[in-house]
């Protein structure tokens, strides 16, 4: 009755005081509803007693016990050279607290990026006890972009060792990590721009890592003309280094897709080529760390739209023929229709079924659509018309 009526009163101080309530009882019980009843109070303190290993974890020697819910507890059966042998249970919490049958155990810890295994034998009647120095620290990342006072999104921070071996990677923008102490170089990425720093992490310590990342924003978008409408077909757009010489092709940095399309990039100049269908046009950009550059690219095309029977093979070639009598051949397709972009300028579409040979000629304007019907010998066929 004592018993009873001493645990009674200690879960009515839970509310108020979750330190007293821990510090009056010898171990630690489930936590009870504030107006527990006498028979739910007897069945949490049998529970309590059923229990036969408890653990607890720390950062490094003499620190507080760690109070994050992330540790987890594997227990295994200890294997014959006393390593991990078949696994038993998992726990999770800052805290150990579980019944197990008697025998030899190891204890896998796991918080953070932090592993511990600890053998652990458990005999009849006689409860067992963890107390785990893990020997580590915590480490959160910062970053900033130079040039601007927006947060950081779109980000990936990578961890390593300082020999090169991969710890984590994270995309939070302020990621936290739980390391062993020791050497290790933090990267820090936005589209192709990143940044490292090397630090060190001690037993018990708990620092802030902050890097600026020099990068800016090109956003792409294209129109057919000058002062049109934007593109809403898909665009290629391929960012370039500048090439040593003229004429050359410098080295592709990166390539996108899409109506209106983005890049983070390290600041300095760039080519960037922006294309649709056969119709591209290079141009040159600046781009600043935490700006925004913005290029609206006219690529002086239209859109060209051939008919032509089922079966037949179409092929378009530049209108203008070389020193050899030949025409450039610009595209082809064969189920008997053709929806294209091209450069504005003279084109001969050829249609080529049952052995019989047709061309039309036609003109795309820049921003303008140009259909072409083609049909059999002895049949009218529309000429082309913009």
């Known amino acids: 009755m004592f018993r009873s009526a001493c645990l009674l009163f200690a879960v009515s101080l839970l509310s108020v005081c979750p330190v007293v309530f821990h510090q009056a009882l010898a171990q630690p019980v489930p936590a009870l509803r504030e107006r527990a009843s006498p028979q739910q109070i007897k069945k949490a303190d049998e529970s309590s007693r059923d229990r036969n290993l408890w653990g607890q974890v720390r950062l490094a020697a003499g620190l507080e016990p760690v109070s994050d819910q992330g540790v987890i507890w594997a227990l295994h059966k200890a294997g014959t050279d006393g390593l991990l042998g078949e696994w038993a249970q998992t726990e999770y919490g800052s805290q150990l607290a579980t019944t197990v049958p008697p025998g030899r155990y190891v204890v896998a810890v796991t918080y953070g990026n932090v592993s511990r295994s600890i053998p652990v034998t458990i005999e009849a009647r006689k409860p067992a006890s963890l107390d785990v120095v893990l020997d580590a620290g915590r480490v959160t990342g910062e970053g900033a972009i130079a040039g601007s006072a927006l947060p950081m999104r779109d980000v990936s921070w990578e961890l390593k060792r300082a020999d090169g ?74 960012v370039r280094q500048p090439p040593a010489v003229d004429g050359e092709v410098g080295e592709t940095v990166s390539t996108n897709y899409g109506a209106g399309i983005n890049f983070d990039l390290p600041p300095g100049p760039y080519d960037v080529v922006v294309s649709v269908g056969k119709a591209s046009l290079l141009k ?103």
């Open 165 to 238: 071996e991969a710890v984590a990677t994270s995309y939070d923008p302020a990621p936290h990590f739980v390391l062993p102490a020791g050497s290790y170089v933090l990267k820090l990425s936005k589209g192709t721009a990143s940044t490292t720093k090397a630090f060190d992490v001690s037993a018990g310590s708990d620092t802030k890592q902050t890097l600026t990342l020099e990068v800016g924003r090109l956003a792409v978008s294209g129109v057919y003309a000058e002062g049109g409408p934007p593109l809403k077909e898909t665009l290629t757009a391929e």
């Open 284 to 386: 040159r950009v600046e781009v600043t760390s935490g700006k925004v550059e913005r290029v609206a690219v006219a690529l002086n095309a239209g859109v060209v739209g051939i008919q032509a029977p089922t079966s037949a093979a179409i092929e378009i070639y530049g209108a203008e023929r070389d020193i050899n009598n030949q025409r450039q051949l610009i595209e082809a397709g064969y189920d008997g229709v053709v929806n294209l972009a091209l450069p504005a300028g003279d084109y001969v579409a050829v249609a080529t079924f049952e052995g019989n040979m047709i061309e039309k000629a036609f003109t795309i304007k820049a921003g303008k659509r140009t259909e072409v019907e083609i049909k059999p010998a002895g049949q009218a066929g529309t000429d082309a018309k913009p």
